[in-house]
């Protein structure tokens, strides 16, 4: 099954409105479980590791059949530095991405504003947005985001060879098993630093956080910000590098994006 061919501003479209769902209900489960006073107060990791796989297929519902859902600049890069995507498409993918991602944490806002004002951590409320390291050590939170965007993009290019799976594109390879992906990859190697794995996920809620007159929000932290922006581009790369080096080993069925 193909990707259904589209006009060039539609499939930037369902990657926009793919991504903006998927912060809206990824960042939506943090709010969830965070703000003071919220019914899911307290619901702690599992919760949030659950619902952010779950965020993820919803977007993959949405955009999967037109653009393949990325939804990820980590992923749109890693397929482009892969040669399973067109350069030229690299720029509005990311560009749609990060917009989404910036709208989905707007709306987060707009749907907990009754709890952010009563929430008194200026911490809290930016974890709601962004990530944040459990502990700050710059070195090893980039190192962190690397390898968790790393297994990413590295198990994503397994899973949509042929003979792994009969399906097409990233919107198509199986929803379950990527959801499944990112819930793992928050569980195991998450509790560094909140696991971004994806630029638009973190920057795009951050910026949404350093414009919105939120009460007594405190500072969005953009000396961190580099971190989960480079970090996972440079994991995509290496997961590229590896199964390209597999590839070359192991001559393999064609993949299918």
Known sequence: MEAIEIPFFLQCFFEFLGTFVMILLGCGVVACTTLKGSKGNGGGWIVITLAWGLAVMCGVFIAGPYTGAHLNPAVTLGLAMAGKFDWGMVLPYIISQFVGAFLGGVVVYVFYKDHFDITESKETKLGVFSTI??????????????????????????????????????????????ALLVVVIGMALGGTTGYAINPARDIGPRFAHHILLIKGKGDSQWKYAWVPLAGPIIGAAFAVLVFKLYLLAYPAPQLCF
């Open 133 to 178: 390291p459990a502990i700050k050590n710059l070195r090893r939170n980039f190192i962190s985001e690397a390898i968790g965007t790393f297994v990413l993009i590295l198990v994503i290019l397994f899973l949509a060879e042929r003979g792994n799976t009969s399906e097409v594109g990233l919107g198509s390879i199986g929803v379950l098993p990527v």
